[in-house]
């Protein structure tokens, strides 16, 4: 098991930034791929980044050249900057780490932005 916490969650307007960031347990140098999710009022549950241990990242469309992950090995967070926030960013951000098929989540930290 792997606790996973997440921080940086706000209030902010359009066109802000914010950078949220997942705290682990353990080291996260064996986990396959750690990412981002996001849930807004009356959605379903959604992919927003990924990265794997080799750094290879996936986005979805809505937040590519927008967004960024990172994972900081030594420091055992992995990270997302959001840049040019949009309200329909607005959303519970859930961080996940995949090891073998196995998810571990957070109890996610709300985003949200105003216009």
């Known amino acids: 098991q792997v606790q996973l916490v997440e921080s940086g969650g706000g209030l902010v307007q359009a066109g802000e930034s914010l950078r949220l960031s997942c705290a682990a347990s353990?080291?996260?140098?064996?986990?396959?791929?750690m990412g981002w999710y996001r849930q807004a009022p009356g959605k379903q549950r959604d992919m927003v980044a990924t990265i794997t241990m080799s750094g290879s990242t996936n986005y979805a469309d809505s937040v590519k050249g927008r967004f960024t992950i990172s994972r900081d090995n030594a420091k055992n967070t992995v990270y997302l900057q959001m840049n040019s926030l949009k309200p329909e960013d607005t959303a519970v951000y859930y961080c996940?780490?995949?090891?073998?098929?196995?998810?571990?989540w957070g109890d996610g930290t709300l985003v949200t932005v105003s216009s």
């Open positions: 353990r080291s996260i140098f064996s986990i396959n791929t």
């Open positions: 996940n780490a995949r090891v073998y098929g196995i998810n571990s």
